[in-house]
């Protein structure tokens, strides 16, 4: 019989756990900080609990993390991998370093199902939700395979190389709300990994009931709405959920969401050329958002041979920044990464798949 894998179970869950073999709770918040602190590989390796303890609990449980199926590094530093889960679906999640800080983008779903026309993940289509330790796993390698080296420049500063993580990998995350959430309170969580919720953004097109509810979270990140057109007619030819939650109360709901202390709400804009890039758009985009505490992230579209949009000229990126600037919009503009290694959202895992069902053709 396989075991029971402890990454990915809750605080509560873990406390279940402890209470049903007869040991004191502390033994569940050791654990939980080994899990998840420390982020341990083995129960062998939870030092302060005893070595009887550690071999019954080996007998039912083991520690695992998600396999990395492939690593790809980017000139650019950016490095992308490919997980394959138990029942052979593969994800992505990808490592970006900054000058002063790094990021790490996880999926929350294997596929997804919006099939937003733009991208790659909806053109591969759904298989289903990941669970909270397939969703931590991601963070947690990325984490182990990039200690701050003892080289680096700021060390001695303080967090000299902070981490951020941006749930805008594959999959909707609030489509998997409570295998989200539940990642979200582990990854927030001080005696967890311990990520400040400023640091920590979940990127949505706006599943408004559970938007509402996130917004009641006492474990909350800052929020980031997929927007891509500054009228519902466009946005419904790019999104097909806009029949469902209409951009209007999603902006709404978005405005009203309670950010983390120091952040702002952010909305995602995809450019794509000559579909939503001119200055009627940019016009348009900024009087829905001027005067508001909130910022646009302009996306160049990332494109691929499957995605039948081209990039926007870099002409028409500037103009269109500049229009919302001038409107008093704060506006940043997001830089390509890791295009030689098909950083693009999805590309990865659709390549290996095209590799797969050619190589199992007859
Ligand atoms: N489902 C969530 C999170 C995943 S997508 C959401 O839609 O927000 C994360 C961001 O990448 C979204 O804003 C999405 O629209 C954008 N994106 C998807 N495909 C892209 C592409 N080919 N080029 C640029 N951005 C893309």
Redesign the pocket.
């Known amino acids: 019989m396989s075991r029971t894998n402890l990454f990915g179970t809750s605080r509560d869950g873990l406390a279940a756990v402890f209470a049903e073999v007869g040991e004191p709770a502390f033994r569940a918040k050791q654990v939980y900080a080994w899990l998840y602190h420390r982020r341990a590989r083995s129960i062998a390796a939870m030092a302060n609990l005893p070595k009887a303890l550690r071999t019954a609990l080996e007998e039912r449980y083991e520690v695992r993390w998600p396999e990395v199926q492939e690593r790809a590094l980017s000139f650019d530093g950016t490095r992308k991998y490919l997980f394959r889960l138990d029942d052979g679906a593969t994800i992505e999640a990808v490592y970006l370093p900054e000058d002063d800080r790094r990021t790490i983008?996880i999926?929350?779903?294997a596929g997804?199902p919006?099939k937003?026309a733009?991208?790659?993940?909806?053109i591969a289509g759904y298989k289903r939700n990941l669970k909270p330790a397939e969703i931590l796993g991601q963070v947690a390698t990325v984490m182990e395979e990039h200690p701050v080296a003892a080289t680096h420049p700021h060390r001695d500063e303080g967090d000299p190389f902070p981490w951020n993580i941006?749930?805008?990998?594959?999959?909707?995350?609030?489509?998997n709300y409570d295998a989200t959430v539940a990642s979200l309170r582990v990854l927030l969580d001080p005696d967890g990994f311990g990520v400040p919720a400023r640091k920590l953004t979940?990127?949505?097109?706006g599943i408004l009931p559970a938007l509402e509810k996130l917004a009641a979270e006492p474990a909350r990140p800052n929020l980031?709405?997929?927007?891509?057109a500054p009228d519902p007619g466009l946005r419904r030819a790019l999104?097909p959920i806009e029949e469902k939650y209409a951009m209007g109360d999603v902006v709404d709901a978005a405005l009203r969401y309670p950010v983390p202390r120091g952040g702002r709400v952010t909305f995602?804009?995809?450019l794509l050329g000559g579909v939503n890039d001119q200055a009627a758009h940019a016009r348009a985009l900024a009087r829905r958002l001027a005067g508001r505490h909130v910022k646009v992230?302009l996306?160049?579209?990332?494109?691929?041979p499957d995605?039948p949009?081209r990039a926007p000229s870099p002409e028409a990126v500037d103009a269109f920044g500049a229009l919302l600037a001038e409107a008093g919009v704060r506006v940043s503009v997001?830089r390509a990464r890791g295009q030689d290694i098909l950083a693009?959202?999805?590309q990865l895992h659709l390549k290996k798949a095209a590799a797969a069902a050619a190589t199992s053709r007859p």
Do not use: D, K, W
């Open positions: 983008c999926s929350t779903q997804c919006l937003c733009f991208c790659l993940t909806g941006v749930m805008m990998g594959m999959g909707e995350p609030l489509l979940l990127s949505t097109v980031a709405i997929s927007l891509h999104m995602e804009y995809v992230n996306i160049p579209l990332n494109p691929a995605i949009f997001r693009a959202c999805g």
